[in-house]
């Protein structure tokens, strides 16, 4: 079955540290996303691509970048973790024809 | 640029009892709206979505919503809760041609025996 992935599940890491987050998707979509989820925030929109090689900002994108060299994977990266970077990531894809998006099953980081 | 609000940060409600979130946007045409459920630990699973044309929407594990648009409301029910929803219930808003999502704060549902 086609499906959306995370990993790692959980990661701990030092503040400074770069830190990639990895989202891979077997659907083919061409949308996908990235958000952050904070207690009292729900999902916050980080990063978001239409496309290979198209990459735009939300609205938390600072110390977050992302590359899109193929359809199926979207890497999130934290140039360098911050403590205020805790918090648990999700990823998701847009399916065209429903309009729907869906996501993976989350990344807990800490950053200590 | 469009908003949601979920005036309910938690709900209690007996097991077998109605349950109903509310869910209020912000946008000035008419927006794709969307309902998702987490479970403790798990990622975010669609409910229900409404884009056009009935306004009462039905969707997976028994819940139904409602859009109102003289209210901006896109409420959740469902008549007779079961202890399995207990989760975060979080609403979503999406306009025509951009394909982000605005998402509520969220609310947590806990289903007494």
């Known amino acids: 079955d086609a499906e959306i992935t995370q990993s790692p599940r959980h990661k701990i890491t030092e503040t400074g540290r770069q830190v990639t987050l990895a989202c891979h998707q077997t659907?083919?979509?061409?949308?996908m996303f990235w958000y952050r989820q904070d207690l009292g925030h729900g999902l916050r929109l980080i990063h978001y691509s239409y496309g290979v090689q198209d990459t735009n900002k939300g609205e938390v994108s600072d110390g977050y970048s992302v590359s899109r060299s193929n359809t199926e994977d979207l890497p999130l990266t934290l140039e360098s973790a911050a403590s205020s970077q805790t918090s648990v990531y999700f990823c998701?894809?847009?399916?065209?024809?429903?309009?729907?998006?869906?996501f993976g099953p989350g990344t807990r980081l800490t950053v200590l | 640029a469009q908003s949601v609000t979920q005036p309910d940060i938690h709900i209690t409600v007996s097991e077998g009892a109605s349950l109903e979130l509310r869910c209020n946007y912000s946008y000035g045409a008419t927006p794709y709206l969307f309902w998702y459920v987490q479970s403790p630990g798990q990622g975010l699973q669609l409910l229900l979505k409404y884009f056009s044309g009935d306004t009462l929407v039905q969707g997976i594990k028994g819940f139904e919503a409602e859009f109102k648009r003289s209210q901006s409301s896109f409420n959740l029910r469902k008549p007779s809760v079961h202890w399995s929803d207990a989760a975060e219930y979080f609403c979503a808003v999406g306009i025509t041609n951009d394909y982000k999502l605005s998402f509520g704060a969220g609310t947590t549902v806990t289903v007494r025996a």
């Open positions: 659907w083919n979509h061409n949308n």
């Open positions: 998701a894809s847009r399916d065209d024809g429903t309009d729907t998006q869906y």
